[in-house]
């Protein structure tokens, strides 16, 4: 149910508290070393876009405008800053510094950019405080806990005052909290596995210190660029304040204003502007994925494949886990088990299947094997500080791990791809890149998910591209660079194709290379439920094409639980079931007839939204706008949508209110102020502001479209490589206000490769009024065959239609679910209908 009151629960399941108790604890004594900034003593300009500064305690601070809405601060506790560069940030995208004026007086020194957003640095004590053009904060230092740090163990702190008990927080990238808001929350970031985590298991496998302020509708962000073990507690320890911090590192942080609007989308602009953006992916990894840990032998694969085309039930790939391989050495295949995988891969493709292959980053150490021998001699692995090889045990038992922040061992993993590239492999999943390591090490303390023994010591040495550091300041880059590693060989090595790369651990950034996927959480219906939190504000971080594992990977969902999940995920970004091997076959067919047909009308489902999931991904490449979308990021004037957290947005224009209780027969939903909504079933016109109680059956799962909205469909396929032969309709959600006009679009392209870089692209623009509609089109690729107007929401049977001016006859009208079908003719330019 939703919650719509801003009370202030404690959510959180107790019982993982002891963890986070026991590094409070642990921080405690160090405080005493911590020293604050102290007084500025020297300013300097360097640039034209801030200021440097020097301080009592012998700190650096650079504050400056890094980009017109985004505001840098660094501070070397030092005296000297560490290397400009971050494996988080885009440098591929073009920057323009901006010139901001800079004024001084004895107590202050304020810079102010062309919009008036002000920066202004109290002298003494330091801090900072910024304002927007009309004065009011947007954030301020807490001048009684200002900037700490402690020089000899290197941590350090700053504390920032929040603007009420009301001020709510998102992003985060993937955390495990039930929720949507983060406030009254202590989170830390240390790339961990977590098998089968239960709710509130921090951190777990990815890190992006980012997130978003919202308070009275207006937002800011605020990254924090630190790749060491950093915490937020936000507001936990005390309601008035925020404080965040790390083991080392510079305190450097962007804080996003959010521009003239103050909104969470222009936060976004400017974080994507900064991080990077997913690039669009190929159409198939948008359609069903099945996995299972792991299908074996070949004879297994064929059969799930042929499972789904004999139920017609659409998908398009496969995921063969660790089990493929020989003795689970990385590159290789058993080839007892698979005797022939070029066949198979390539018969699989005959049927429109894709195989994706899990690939972990130890390699057995085993001098006969080509990969191991070849990377010991080249020097490509981790090292522990006495020279000699890093080794721990993983599957293949004793390993050795491709030093991934170092150019040349990320070049060297990337070419081992060829091989499964000429195979015909479509995909890789990069898995256990937190690192993960099995505990060699005897211990009498019961296994605890974040024992340091299971993973590198923090003293191990890494290359950091020419910046030579510990595991401590590289831990939580190795997925993102194993990503990285994966993504760049794939497209050097298969220029002509788009990479689809997923994987498990990752940093701010990662989305320039990889899916993501919440890793190994297990069939509950509370896991369920955090799926939506969880998507969306990693979705909102940066992240666009994320999913959960659907059914739950750790054990055995019931058919009402696996059915619901499907329904849940259909319209997020990334879709794919997965399970462990040690429970029953859990495929969507698994379940008695009555759920196959329920489980196959959620998938036919996602496939008929592709269209407009495809257009969303496109958005995103040009923009950074997220596919998935809570709703306080759509509409943050109203606040009735800041705690939701069992309801998400796919773009502007689907709202999904999915089931995620058990027997649930009454569903309180609600939909947003600032639009109007229909129910996309029936057509009804629900009421927004409040809440309603509808009934889901069982087979159904709530979709609200919005007034004015125009949405792409297709008909039902069962692989993306029948797109070409499938016809679009677009719904056109009816009942905007007379005058007003909708813009709409659907992006087509060939749904891989690059041509859409060049000319071979097709947009379908539409411009919805009032019984209107007109559509336009541009680009030079043959898209679909765009053959139904569907107006949603119709109440009456119109007394005419025309096309183009020409009266047409070709149409149903459905009085009960309130819709109207016209066929179009080729090309139609306008349709417009008279009442
Ligand atoms: O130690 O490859 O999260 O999806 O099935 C477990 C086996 C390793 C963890 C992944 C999961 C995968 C499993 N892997």
Redesign the pocket.
């Known amino acids: 149910m939703i919650n719509l009151k801003i009370i202030w629960i404690e959510k959180r399941a107790a019982d993982y508290c002891s963890f986070f108790c026991l590094l409070l604890l642990l921080f405690i004594p160090a405080q005493a070393a911590l020293q604050t900034a102290g007084n500025v003593t020297r300013v300097s300009q360097p640039k034209t876009n801030g200021v440097v500064l020097e301080t009592s305690s012998r700190a650096k601070v650079s504050i400056e405008f890094f980009d017109i809405n985004v505001v840098r601060i660094r501070i070397a506790p030092s005296g000297a800053f560490e290397r400009d560069f971050s494996y988080a940030i885009d440098y591929s995208l073009d920057r323009k510094t901006p010139v901001v004026k800079i004024s001084q007086n004895a107590r202050e020194i304020i810079l102010t950019n062309y919009y008036g957003t002000k920066v202004i640095i109290r002298k003494t004590p330091f801090s900072i405080k910024i304002t927007d053009e009309s004065g009011k904060t947007i954030l301020e230092d807490d001048t009684k806990h200002p900037t700490l740090f402690d020089k000899s163990t290197g941590e350090i702190q700053t504390t920032k005052l929040r603007k009420s008990e009301v001020e709510t927080y998102y992003g985060f990238g993937e955390k495990a909290f039930t929720g949507m808001s983060r406030h009254g929350q202590y989170i830390v970031n240390w790339n961990t596995d977590t ?1 089968s985590y239960p709710i509130g298991t921090d951190p777990i496998y990815q890190s992006i210190p980012f997130f978003y302020a919202l308070y009275d509708g207006k937002t800011y962000g605020l990254y924090f660029n630190n790749t060491f073990r950093t915490y937020f507690d936000m507001g936990k320890t005390s309601p008035e304040r925020y404080v965040f911090g790390a083991d080392g590192g510079d305190l450097d942080y962007f804080v996003f204003t959010g521009g003239y609007e103050r909104s969470p989308k222009k936060v976004l602009e400017d974080y994507a502007h900064l991080t990077g953006k997913t690039p669009l992916p190929p159409i198939w990894a948008l359609g069903n994925h099945q996995s299972r ?1 792991s299908y074996f032998p070949e004879s297994r694969v064929r059969e799930i494949a042929a499972g789904f085309r004999s139920r017609k039930i659409p998908a398009d790939a496969i995921h063969l ?2 089990d493929y391989m020989d003795g689970y050495r990385v590159f290789t295949w058993d080839k007892t088990r698979f005797p022939n995988p070029k066949k198979m891969i390539s018969d699989l493709k005959n049927h429109g299947f894709k195989t994706v292959l ?1 690939i972990d980053p130890g390699v057995k150490v085993d001098e006969k094997y080509s990969v191991y021998a070849d990377g010991k001699e080249q020097g490509m692995f981790v090292k522990n500080p006495d020279s000699s090889e890093l080794q721990r045990d993983v599957w293949p038992k004793a390993s050795a791990f491709p030093d991934f922040t170092d150019q040349k061992a990320r070049l060297w993993f990337g070419d081992q791809f060829k091989k499964h590239l000429d195979e015909g492999i479509a995909g890789f999943w990069t ?2 890149n937190e690192p993960a390591t099995f505990m060699t090490e005897k211990t009498e303390k019961p296994e605890s998910f974040h024992h340091p023994a299971k993973t590198f010591p923090v003293n191990t040495p890494h290359a950091g591209d020419g910046f030579p550091d510990t595991h401590r300041r590289y831990h939580n880059l190795y997925g993102m660079q194993m990503a990285r590693s994966t993504f760049e060989g794939v497209k050097k090595l298969a220029p002509e194709r788009r990479p689809f790369v997923l994987t ?1 651990a990752g940093f701010a950034g990662v989305q320039r290379y990889s899916a993501v996927w919440t ?2 959480n297990y069939a509950s219906w509370d896991h369920l439920a955090l799926t939506i939190p969880m998507l969306a504000n990693l979705s909102v971080s940066g992240v666009p094409f994320v999913g959960s594992d659907v059914g739950g ?1 750790n054990e055995m969902p019931s058919g009402e639980l696996y059915a619901r999940w499907l329904q849940a995920a259909a319209l997020t970004p990334f879709l794919r079931s ?1 399970s462990v091997g040690w429970v029953k076959n859990k495929e969507p067919w698994e379940f008695g007839d009555d759920f196959t047909r329920i489980n196959r009308a959620s998938i036919e489902l996602r496939y008929q939204f592709l269209p407009y999931l495809y257009t969303l991904f496109r958005e995103h490449e040009l923009t950074g706008q997220p596919v998935m979308r809570p709703l306080w990021y759509q509409y943050p004037d109203d606040k009735q949508t800041y705690l939701i957290d069992d309801e998400y947005m796919v773009g502007n224009d689907i709202l999904v209110a999915p089931v995620v209780k058990q027997g649930m027969t009454t569903r309180g939903i609600y939909l947003p102020v600032g639009a109007e909504w229909l129910d996309w079933w029936t057509g009804e016109k629900i009421e927004s502001g409040k809440i309603h109680y509808l009934q889901p059956p069982l087979d159904r799962i709530p979709i609200f479209a919005r007034v004015g909205a125009v949405i792409p469909t297709q008909s039902t396929i069962q692989h993306t490589g029948e797109m070409p032969s499938a016809v679009v309709t677009l719904n056109v959600i009816a009942g905007i206000s007379p005058g007003k006009t909708e813009k709409a679009i659907l992006y087509q392209d060939a749904g891989e490769g690059y041509g859409y870089k060049l000319k071979e692209w097709q947009e379908a623009r539409i411009e919805h009024q009032k019984e209107k509609l007109n559509i336009s089109y541009t680009g030079s690729f043959n898209g679909q065959k765009l053959l139904y107007i569907q107006a949603i929401g119709i109440r009456q049977r119109p007394r005419e239609i025309r096309i183009d001016g020409h009266p047409v006859h070709m149409f149903e009208f459905d009085k009960d679910k309130h819709r109207l079908k016209i066929e179009l003719t080729k090309q139609a330019k306008e349709i417009s209908l008279i009442f």
């Open positions: 098998f840990w886990d660790i899990i898995d256990m498990r890793g190994d990977f997965h």
